[in-house]
Structure formats: structure tokens, C-alpha cells
């Protein structure tokens, strides 16, 4: 162990900025971080135990235990739950022996749940040893189960055939489906790669920026923040060095279109953060991956050494001097508060994933007290086309507020899931007679959980900046689900396990929430538990990051939108209920004293 | 007008914030001059005979008996104020709470370093004894608790100035002494 883990620090120069690339080295060698792992990576880095320990404890993927030779994480998102995920975790609990969070006691398979893994149009889907399997049913759960057994091999447990488009590419080999239904300027596979630098090596940087104003692109992550304006900010921010960030951390459940950005565009990704790069005068990029996406490492490499070797990356850029530009790809490791830009940036500095205090902002004091841009994926690869279009170009797709096109995740109960790029300026109806519902619609998921949830008095509303902002997850409901139970709950869970904790109001209030749900869920509620559920969650605006700010919109959006759910299980004749229940209070009492209950 | 009707009752407490009731002294002549008390550990009534306007709650609920005796409260008086550490957060008693009822029980009855002679191995389990619940309970979640009196006990001023705000309907003063506790 030691010479491995030695080998690692010294790979990465013993250098404790990159932390998390050490950690996820060690915990794919041995399946877990020991204490004598963290004891000897903090020598070798000369930190305290606890600063490399408390980075270990942040992060899902991370484990201070053996997680098995086969670990096995299912997802437990909604949309999961209802593609079936019920009856595959009681096959793999069947087949293994053993429950959630524990190991088989010959080290063997490890089960674990992890939330939304960015595939909800292809559920229920697991990662095993950072490899997709996706629509899982009872039947695969045991072929797999049986092959591990006899001692096949994590390659040998696919199925036959892989996935669409780059999913088959020789270093991915996944059997994920890109599911691209819909394709507009930014999925349009007919682009010609290293256009758009060759151009800008013919503009200056400031008209680069122009361009990028003038085409009113805007961050496509969720925020909408113009982009061309951060870009300002960070050119005249002063720093010794600048960095530009791609944001593929994507955890929002329900959104999974820059995995497919990431499987089929690569390279236009990569060009839009040479743009950027150029553009402020940085000149290192880095790619922030969430891990859940890992199986992609290989075949990204492969495509950023191709891309050095024809001199779209390296020094003097297309014979441009003086345009350096180089790109690193840095991995989460599980947490998706890593997608609030601050957090990721704390995360690639080998920190706990928490976001920092603004101002200062990230494009003034960043990665490495760097002046640093953070852009989401698809706010990069639209920046490229409109460097190859022109801003009138772009302009001329979408909305006056709202340029340009969006691309959409859509899953849930409808025909034909996966990714549709769309201008903007559709309304919900639109979108939902393009996908083919299924059946009728009781409500939509609008921009993942922490968006809000619609019924169908809003359906005709438009998907823009001005009316109904996206970052572009739509998850369907059919009227057969139960969207308290199904979505709300889920969603409240989902916020529970990803709150960093750092702020006592995110920490403590969606749990309390939950408890006020599940109280009105169980038919214990009263009208007075609706309406502080309203009344403290505008404790949350307090919060730090738009984790906290939003962690009880599932629970807002839905008392607002379908408040007569809550009311029908609210009792109408009491004014006051705590919920305390005697009778389960001393079921555990009784047991163990072999009493009858006689309260 | 008649006087005002209080009654007081310790659950899983340790009688402190009775004590401290008692600790403003000679201001409890006063006290019987401003309120009338029915059932109470002070006067030693131990059934409610009238409805009454404010009960005092020491400790959390523990065991069934508590949440009974607290119910019981809740029905026959107007207003309901948890005092001191345990009514409001469970206290002391409730440090066991990380600790499943069954360890607990084994240890006090089974295993414990102090327990001799329990060749039988018996947890007490006598129809007549109540039920230790799963976890002890702060008050206001078991019934509704109109106010809290924080401190560990409160003081004996705070108790009194209290009663006496409630009683007479003025604003109670909250110095920063009384609401700080580190």
C-alpha cells in the first residue's frame, strides 16, 4: 500500500491542491481510504490527518470502509423509483444476502444507494466499479449477480451490445444511450473542428468578447448569468494567472444533456474553452467531471491528446504566438453541491466541497485565489457556434430575453426520453406534444428539484429567462403518480443527503420539512402544518448557495401548484396535532421486556 | 375577579425547576396572594379538581406515564408553558436518545458493572410499571406548548417575573443574561 500510495503522491507532486485526484487513485486501488492511507498521504503532503480526512468524509464516493471487490451504487431518484428501481433493489438484496450500505462478508459486492447518476431516460440504472448499467430489471440483477460470482470480470458483465453513437467507441464501451431525439445548432454533428479557433486567432480578444455579448448567450447551467459579461469581468480582473472552468458536474436529477455533450461533442467543448480561454487570457482550462461520468476518462484523454497533437491545445495555438492553452480534466467524487460554481472550485483544490462566501466572486478570486470563469458545458459549445455564426446568427433562434437554443433532458412518463435541443420561447404544451406523452399529464418537473413543480393550469407557460428559466430538466408525471410520495418526498430526501451542512439552515430546516411532510402523509397533519411549511422555508434564503436557497422548492412548488393534496390529508377538525404517536413509542420497550402494551 | 388557577407537575426531570420555583423565597406569599394552586408537587393535589389557566412543566416525556400526566395537562389547563432544559429539548435524560431503548435496558438491568444477583435475568416488566419510550420527548412534541421558559433550572426570577407578566398581561423583560446560555 504505501508504495502505491507514495507513487500517486509524487505523480501528482506532492502537490495538496490536487487531493481529490490522489484520494479517487487510492480508493479505486484498494476500494476504500484506510486511516493509514490518510495518515500517509497527509505526511506525504504535509497536512494534518484531519484535513485529508475531512475531504474523505465529504464526498459519496469516497469510503473510509471496504465497498467490496464489486461495489455496486444504485440510484434512488425518482424517476428511478418509477421505472421499477423497487423491484431491482430487492433482486440485488435477494442475490446478495446482504442490505443497502453493507458488504458481503467475503468482501465480494458492496451495495450502496447514490442520488440521481445522470441517467433518468434510461432507469433504473446503477454504477458498478465507475461503469453505467442502465435499465436494469430483476432478470439482469441476477446474471449479473451470478456472473460476479463465478468470478467474470467487471468488462465481462455487459451485455452484447453497446450503447449509440460514441457510447461503442473503442474507450468507452458503455451500453448508455445518448437518446438524441432532437437536434439544433449545438447537436448538429456537421461542424468542422478547430473553425472557430482559427477564426478567433484572427480577432482580438476583446472582439471575441464582443461577440459573445453581443449574441446575448447566457449560462446555460440553471443561473443564466450573460455570459459574455463574466468573461468582462474576469479579462479586467487582475491576477497573475487566469483560469477557465468547464462545469460538468451536472448533479441536478433529471438533467443529463451534458453527458451526452460529453460523449458526442467533446471537441466543441474543448473549443469553446480554448475560446473562453483567449477570450480573458487564461491559459490552463480544467474540465470538472462529475465521477459519477468516469467511465468517459479514457476516451476524453484520448480526444484532448489528439487535439494537442494538431495543435488546437499546446503553445502558440494554430501558429498563433503567444496563444497557450492547455486542458486537465479534474473528477468530483460525488456531491452535487460541487455544481455551485464555488464549491466546485474549493472541490478542485482537494477541499470539501463547500461554497464560499461572495463577494468575492469566482471571476475575481477563484481556482487558486485566481481570477476564474465557471461555465456550464452547453454555454461553451453555444459560445462556439456563435463565434462560427456571428451573434445576429444566434440571436435569430429563441427569445428576445432568451437567445439561442436549449437543450432539454427530458424523462419521466413519456414515449420517447432523452435529450431535445429547442429554441427557446416553447411552452410546456409544445414540449410535451413534441415528447409523446404517455399518458395525462398531472405535473412536470420543472429545472430538476430545485426548480419547481407545475400542474397543468401552467403548461402554457414558456421556457425563457422571462417566464419559466430551465436548465433544462423536465421530468413527466402521469396522473397515476402519487406526487407526494413519488416526488416531493424523494426530492426532500435528495436535498437532505447533498447538503454540505455548513449552513444551519440548509442543515436543519428540509429535515424539518420532511418530518412536516411525512407527518401530513400519514394523515396526522393539520391546515397549520401546511402553512409552516411556507412560513419557515423563507429561513433557507439565508443560506450560503442556491442549494440552501432552494432545498424546499419540491416542497413550495407543490403546496402552491397542488395544494389541494395537502389538504385532503390534513384532519379537518383539529386545529393542533404533534404527531407523537404512544403506541409505536413503546413497541421497542415492550420487546424487550416481553410486555403487552397496556397504555 | 378570582385568582388565576396554576398547576405544576416534574416528568423526566430532576425537580430543579421546582426548586427554583421555591427559590423566590419570600415572594411565594406573594405568589399565593396572585394565583390559587390545584394540582401540584407543592400543595400535593394529585388530581386535577378544577380546569386551570397555566401549567408548569418540568421535564420531557420518558416513559407512558409522562405523556399521560402531560395530556392530562394539556386538557385541563389554558395555558401550557415548558420550563427548563428538559420540558423544552429533552435534557439530561435525553443524552440515551443516541442509544437504542434495548442497550439501555441491558445495561441498567443485565450487564451494567453495578448489577448483582439478577441471576434471572429479569428487566423489570410488572404491568404497574410504565413504559420507557424509545426516546425521551421534548413536550411540544407530544402536545401543544404555548411557551418556554429556558435555563437550566430558570431562574428564580424568571419564573417569577414570568408568572407575574402573564398573570397581569404585561410584556415580560428579557435581559440578555436570561436568553444567553454559554
Not at chain 2, 421535564?59 to 400526566?69: A, L, P, Q, T
Request: glycine share 8%; proline share 4%.
Amino acid at each position: 500500500m504505501k508504495n502505491y500510495t507514495q507513487k500517486i503522491v509524487e505523480k501528482y507532486h506532492h502537490d495538496k491542491t490536487r487531493l481529490m485526484d490522489i484520494l479517487i487513485a487510492v480508493q479505486s486501488e484498494y476500494g476504500y481510504i484506510s486511516s493509514e492511507s490518510i495518515a500517509l498521504i497527509a505526511h506525504e503532503l504535509k497536512m494534518s490527518d484531519v484535513d485529508v480526512e475531512q475531504t474523505v468524509s465529504f464526498y459519496h464516493f469516497f469510503s473510509a470502509q471496504p465497498t467490496g471487490k464489486f461495489s455496486i451504487f444504485l440510484n434512488n431518484s425518482a424517476v428511478a423509483n418509477m421505472m421499477g428501481r423497487e423491484e431491482v433493489a430487492t433482486a440485488l438484496e435477494q442475490e446478495t444476502g446482504i442490505k443497502f450500505g453493507q458488504v458481503t462478508p467475503d468482501g465480494l459486492i458492496g451495495l450502496f444507494e447514490t442520488s440521481c447518476i445522470g441517467m433518468n431516460d434510461q432507469e433504473p440504472a446503477a454504477i458498478i466499479n465507475n461503469r453505467i448499467f442502465t435499465k436494469l430489471t430483476s432478470f439482469r440483477v441476477k446474471e449479473i449477480i451470478r456472473d460476479i460470482k463465478d468470478g467474470k470480470k467487471i468488462e465481462e458483465l455487459y451485455s452484447a451490445s453497446f450503447g449509440d453513437g460514441a457510447n461503442r467507441d473503442v474507450s468507452v464501451q458503455s451500453v448508455v444511450s445518448n437518446n438524441i431525439r432532437k437536434i439544433g445548432p449545438i447537436l448538429d454533428p456537421n461542424y468542422k473542428i478547430g473553425e472557430a479557433i482559427r477564426k478567433i486567432t484572427k480577432m482580438t480578444p476583446l472582439e471575441v468578447i464582443d461577440e459573445v455579448k453581443n449574441s446575448s448567450v447566457r449560462g446555460r447551467g440553471g443561473a443564466g448569468f450573460p455570459t459574455g459579461l463574466k468573461w468582462e469581468f474576469c479579462r479586467n480582473a487582475k491576477g497573475e494567472r487566469k483560469y477557465i472552468f468547464c462545469n460538468a458536474d451536472e448533479g441536478e436529477p433529471g438533467t443529463f444533456k451534458d453527458r451526452v455533450i460529453l460523449t458526442e461533442l467533446p471537441r466543441l467543448l474543448f473549443e469553446g474553452m480554448v475560446i473562453a480561454g483567449y477570450a480573458v487570457g487564461a491559459t490552463e482550462g480544467i474540465l470538472y467531471i462529475r465521477y459519477e461520468y468516469k467511465y468517459l476518462e479514457t476516451y476524453l484523454e484520448k480526444i484532448l491528446e489528439a487535439a494537442r497533437k494538431k495543435n488546437y491545445l499546446g503553445k502558440d495555438i494554430m501558429g498563433k504566438k503567444g496563444f497557450d492553452f492547455d486542458i486537465r480534466i479534474q473528477f468530483g467524487a460525488g456531491a452535487y453541491v460541487c455544481g455551485e460554481e464555488s464549491a466546485l472550485i474549493e472541490s478542485a483544490e482537494g477541499k470539501r466541497g463547500e461554497p464560499r462566501d461572495r463577494p468575492p466572486f469566482p471571476v475575481e478570486k477563484g481556482y487558486l485565489e485566481m481570477p476564474t470563469i465557471v461555465n456550464n458545458v452547453e454555454t461553451l459549445c453555444s459560445v462556439v457556434k456563435v463565434i462560427l455564426n456571428g451573434a445576429e446568427w444566434y440571436r435569430s433562434f429563441g427569445t428576445a430575453e432568451s437567445t439561442g437554443t436549449k437543450l432539454l433532458s427530458i424523462s419521466g412518463d413519456c414515449r420517447n426520453p432523452g435529450v431535445y435541443e429547442v429554441a427557446w420561447g416553447f411552452s410546456v404544451n409544445d414540449i410535451l406534444a413534441m415528447v409523446g406523452k404517455s399518458a395525462n399529464v398531472q405535473a412536470v418537473q420543472v429545472g430538476g428539484p430545485s426548480g419547481s413543480l407545475i400542474g397543468p393550469d401552467e403548461f402554457s407557460r414558456n421556457l425563457g429567462y422571462e417566464d419559466l428559466a430551465t436548465g433544462g430538466s423536465l421530468i413527466i408525471f402521469g396522473e397515476h403518480r402519487n406526487l407526494l410520495k413519488d416526488v416531493v418526498l424523494n426530492f426532500m430526501d435528495f436535498f437532505i443527503e447533498e447538503s454540505c451542512g455548513s449552513c444551519s439552515t440548509c442543515r436543519i430546516l428540509p429535515s424539518v420539512l420532511r418530518t412536516k411532510l411525512l407527518k401530513i402523509m400519514n394523515a396526522r397533519g393539520v391546515q397549520q402544518d401546511i402553512e409552516d411549511m411556507v412560513n419557515w422555508s423563507g429561513f433557507l434564503k439565508a443560506s450560503r448557495c442556491g442549494l440552501g436557497q432552494t432545498a424546499a422548492n419540491p416542497i413550495i412548488t407543490s403546496i402552491k401548484n397542488f395544494r389541494h393534496l395537502y389538504e385532503a390529508r390534513v384532519q379537518s377538525r383539529k386545529e393542533y396535532d404533534t404527531g407523537f404517536d404512544l403506541t409505536k413509542a413503546v413497541i421497542e420497550a415492550c420487546e424487550v421486556t416481553g410486555r403487552v402494551p397496556n397504555i | 375577579m378570582s385568582k388565576p388557577i396554576v398547576a405544576t407537575t416534574s416528568l423526566a426531570g430532576c425537580f430543579g425547576c421546582h426548586m427554583s420555583l421555591l427559590d423566590i423565597d419570600e415572594r411565594i406569599l406573594d405568589l399565593i396572594e396572585l394565583v390559587e394552586f390545584n394540582k401540584s408537587p407543592i400543595n400535593d393535589i394529585k388530581k386535577f379538581t378544577k380546569k386551570c389557566d397555566i401549567g408548569l412543566i418540568e421535564g420531557g416525556c420518558c416513559n407512558s406515564e409522562n405523556v399521560h400526566v402531560l395530556k392530562d395537562f394539556r386538557e385541563n389547563c389554558k395555558i401550557l408553558i415548558s420550563v427548563g432544559e428538559c420540558a423544552i429539548m429533552g435534557g439530561l435524560p435525553a443524552m440515551r436518545n443516541g442509544i437504542p431503548i434495548r442497550e439501555c435496558l441491558e445495561e441498567a438491568y443485565l450487564n451494567g458493572p453495578s448489577v448483582k444477583n439478577n441471576t434471572e435475568k429479569i428487566i423489570p416488566n410488572d404491568p404497574e410499571i410504565p413504559i420507557m419510550l424509545d426516546r425521551v420527548y421534548p413536550c411540544h412534541e407530544v402536545v401543544k406548548i404555548d411557551f418556554h421558559l429556558p435555563g437550566c433550572p430558570p431562574r428564580a426570577d424568571l419564573i417569577w417575573d414570568a408568572l407575574v407578566a402573564l398573570i397581569t398581561g404585561s410584556e415580560l423583560k428579557l435581559p440578555y443574561e436570561v436568553v444567553k446560555f454559554d
